[in-house]
Each structure stands twice: as C-alpha cells, then as structure tokens.
C-alpha cells in the first residue's frame, strides 16, 4: 500500500518548454487534487477532480491542465511553462471531496528557468 | 472570499506547552484542519473540528469557536520531533467542498 506516489521527484524546465506530472493512489479514493506550495505560503489549489470522469478549477488554474485519467490516476499538465510556476507541487487524494483528511504525496520540485 | 490567518512562527522549549491559533473567515465554513508538515516532506492531517469544543488526540489537541471563527492547536510535553511547519485549513462547500489552507506556522522547539 504505497499511499500517493508522484513522479517525478524533481523536474529543471526552461521557459516554454511541456511537462506532465503524474500521480496516483492506491487507496480507492474517489478525490484527487494537485495544489502548488510556494515558499512561506501555504497550500494553494489548483485543479482538483472530485470522482472519475470530472474536473474543476482551484484557486490559481491558470497555466495548467489536468486530466483524471482514470480512479487511480490524475495528472497536471503545464502546456508552456513560465518562471512563475516555479514551485513545489503536491496531489492529494480523500474518500470523496466532503472528506476532512487528505493524503499528500511526496511532491515533486519543479524549477523553471 | 476565504482567508486564514495564522502566527508566521512560533518558538518554544521541549517538554513545554505551545498553542498555534487561527482566525479564518469563510462563506461556507464546513469544518477546521490541522496539517503537519516537515521540512522537505508532504503534509499529514492531524486533526479536524466540525464543531465547537476540544478534540483530542494524544499530545496533540484543536480547539474550535464558530461563532469567533477561530481555533487553536495545542502541542503538549513537546519533543524536537515537534519542530515543523503546522497549517490549519477550512473546508468550504462554496461551490463544491473545497480545502483552503492558512500559509503556516513555522515551529521551532528548542532544548
């Protein structure tokens, strides 16, 4: 039972260029949600999927794109990406969206350059 | 909109008692968090409060006021262990259940 698990751990991009971050849960979750952690600041939401086949906008959604690949699986996608997306970016799952606890993966630390 | 607030740091001795408020303003107000989180690692829930009053669990307790919009984490006999970053978080069901979370507490235990 390995949680959360996002690959990958680390990822140097240059301005411009295409990522996708992948994650996925092994815990039969129905939600799933990706937020960015910026240094001094908290969580912040980007996109997150409350059941398989839907998607909705976070608070800062501007820039990226996601896709609930399927229960397990949700990945973030940034099309061109841009220094100000520079961060440290967590997916989380939860039993449903009225769930209290969220289970974070390792997060993966993306520089863009 | 929504807001947390919450004290950037906190500094206390091990074996000591530390409280870490917050203040939140919501629309949707649904119930209250608190997240621990390492230097490096990800966060993990440590408690939640729907309703008014204490929740305990082991050393560690989060207190809720509805009607001040605010709560507290209380660490008890703190150990070095204990020196992490600690965000409390709302669940709001504006527009479907969403989690917004405060920008953290930074805790340093001292020997």
């Known amino acids: 039972n390995a949680g959360v698990t996002q690959t990958p751990k680390f990822q140097v991009l240059k301005t411009g260029q295409s990522m996708t971050l992948q994650c996925a849960q092994d815990m039969n979750h129905n939600s799933m949600y990706w937020y960015r952690q910026d240094p001094g600041m908290g969580l912040r939401l980007i996109y997150y999927?409350?059941?398989?086949?839907?998607?909705d906008k976070g608070e800062v959604p501007n820039g990226y794109n996601v896709s609930r690949l399927n229960k397990r699986e949700f990945s973030l996608r940034l099309e061109s990406a841009a220094p100000s997306q520079t961060s440290v970016y967590f997916c989380a799952s939860s039993e449903r969206t009225g769930s209290y606890e969220q289970y974070f993966g390792p997060g993966t630390r993306l520089t863009v350059t | 909109g929504q807001s947390l607030e919450q004290p950037s740091e906190v500094t206390a001795v091990e074996g000591a008692i530390v409280q870490i408020n917050c203040t939140y303003q919501?629309?949707?107000?649904?119930?209250l968090s608190w997240y621990q989180q390492h230097d490096g690692g990800a966060p993990t829930f440590l408690s939640y409060n729907a309703l008014d009053g204490l929740e305990e669990t082991g050393r560690f307790s989060s207190f809720l006021s509805r009607s001040d919009s605010y709560g507290y984490l209380l660490l008890q006999e703190l150990q070095m262990k204990d020196s992490a970053s600690y965000f409390c978080?709302?669940?709001?069901?504006?527009?479907?259940?969403?989690?917004?979370f405060g920008a953290g507490t930074r805790l340093f235990v001292k020997a």
């Open positions: 978080a709302v669940r709001d069901n504006t527009g479907g259940f969403k989690t917004i």
């Open positions: 919501t629309s949707g107000f649904y119930g």
């Open positions: 999927s409350a059941s398989e086949g839907t998607t």
